[in-house]
């Protein structure tokens, strides 16, 4: 079946580790999101990418990096500039961009700093 | 102000009754969607709708673009449509949406 699949589930992340989440859709989309999502709050965009190997800053991009090397994966790396990682992180993608086109969600990821 | 409200927060029923869900925004937008996070955490797509009202199944969204206001309906409410429900609006002038907080919704049997 096609769809996003967003592994690990749960992770956890000792103080000044970076760590990657892994996004991969067989959807043939071309456009990728990854979102976090805070208690009470709305998801908001990190990183976006309309196309391989092209990706743009969200509102809260700093403290993270992505890779666009493929149209399937989508990785992203929480850094240890990150302040404040411990969130649910969200991968989707769409046909092309979220205007006019249905977005597909991944099932998220959960990342705890210990 | 958000750009995309919703309300209420937090909505509690009992098996069988119509519940409503609201969400204004003030983005321009060409199509807001409407989603569904499951207590997982998993999200998926509800409707896109830019003008007047579509249906599935039990679920109704309408949307008023003059009044920039949309409603998700559930009619014959069961305790499986618990979760929270998400409206979320594309800019226009990228490919970023701006969401809601959500309504938590859980209906009791």
């Known amino acids: 079946d096609g769809g996003i699949t967003q592994s690990p589930k749960y992770l956890f992340r000792k103080e000044g580790q970076n760590v990657t989440l892994s996004c991969e859709q067989n959807?043939?989309?071309?456009?990728m999101y990854w979102y976090r999502q805070d208690p009470g709050q709305g998801l908001r965009l990190i990183y976006y990418?309309?196309?391989?190997?092209?990706?743009q800053k969200g509102d809260i991009a700093e403290g993270y990096s992505v890779s666009r090397e493929k149209k399937e994966s989508f990785p992203l790396t929480v850094t240890s500039a990150q302040k404040n990682p411990t969130a649910f992180y969200l991968c989707?993608?769409?046909?092309?961009?979220?205007?006019?086109?249905?977005?597909?969600f991944g099932e998220g990821s959960w990342l705890t700093v210990v | 102000k958000n750009e995309v409200e919703q309300s209420p927060q937090n909505l509690t029923a009992q098996e069988g009754e119509f519940i409503t869900i609201n969400c204004s925004y003030s983005?321009?937008?060409?199509?807001l969607h409407w989603l569904q996070q499951h207590p997982g955490g998993g999200i998926v797509s509800l409707f896109m709708?830019?003008?007047g009202k579509k249906k599935h199944g039990r679920l109704i969204a309408t949307i008023n673009i003059q009044e920039k206001h949309s409603s998700l309906h559930i009619t014959a409410s069961h305790p499986r449509d618990s979760a929270v429900y998400i409206c979320a609006v594309p800019q226009s002038s990228n490919n970023d949406m701006r969401f809601g907080a959500g309504t938590r919704l859980t209906v009791k049997p």
């Open positions: 990418s309309q196309i391989v190997n092209d990706f």
């Open positions: 989707a993608s769409s046909k092309q961009g979220s205007a006019g086109n249905t977005i597909y």
């Open positions: 709708l830019s003008s």
């Open positions: 983005v321009g937008i060409s199509a």
């Open positions: 959807l043939n989309h071309d456009a």
